[in-house]
């Protein structure tokens, strides 16, 4: 059983920090990866690139290489900070690519 730490004003601790998923495209050094990134509730995608930890985990993942074939597909894996050339939210690209104009 999780203990759970409840400090001087009531408010409660555990170890289990909530996330919420979304799908994002990747592009490393060598490849693109798209999958699904975890944010913490209330924080930016931003938020979650600039910590200081050395990998970004990415579930539900499809890694591309640079002709666009697929070269794997895994439920999880960790890719290096430092390699990432940009992210993009998919809903981001999504909306952008549904704004241009109308014939």
Same mark, same amino acid.
């Given at each position: 059983? $999780?203990?759970? $730490?409840? !400090?001087?004003?009531?408010?409660?601790?555990?170890?289990?920090?909530?996330?919420?998923?979304?799908?994002?495209?990747?592009?490393?050094? !060598?490849? +693109?990866?798209?999958?699904?990134?975890?944010?913490?509730?209330?924080?930016?995608?931003?938020? =979650? +690139?600039?910590?200081? =930890?050395?990998? +970004?985990?990415?579930?539900?993942?499809?890694?591309?290489?640079?002709?666009?074939?697929?070269? $794997?597909?895994?439920?999880?894996?960790?890719?290096?900070?430092?390699?990432?050339?940009?992210?993009?939210?998919?809903?981001?690209?999504?909306? =952008?690519?549904?704004?241009?104009?109308? =014939?």
């Amino acid at each position: 059983m $999780r203990s759970i $730490r409840y !400090n001087e004003k009531g408010k409660y601790f555990t170890p289990v920090v909530t996330k919420m998923p979304i799908s994002a495209s990747i592009q490393t050094d !060598n490849c +693109l990866v798209r999958g699904l990134i975890h944010i913490r509730q209330g924080e930016r995608v931003k938020d =979650e +690139l600039n910590r200081d =930890e050395t990998f +970004l985990a990415v579930t539900d993942a499809v890694i591309y290489d640079q002709q666009g074939k697929i070269v $794997r597909e895994c439920e999880f894996i960790s890719i290096n900070r430092s390699h990432i050339v940009w992210l993009i939210p998919d809903d981001d690209f999504l909306e =952008e690519a549904g704004s241009g104009e109308s =014939e």
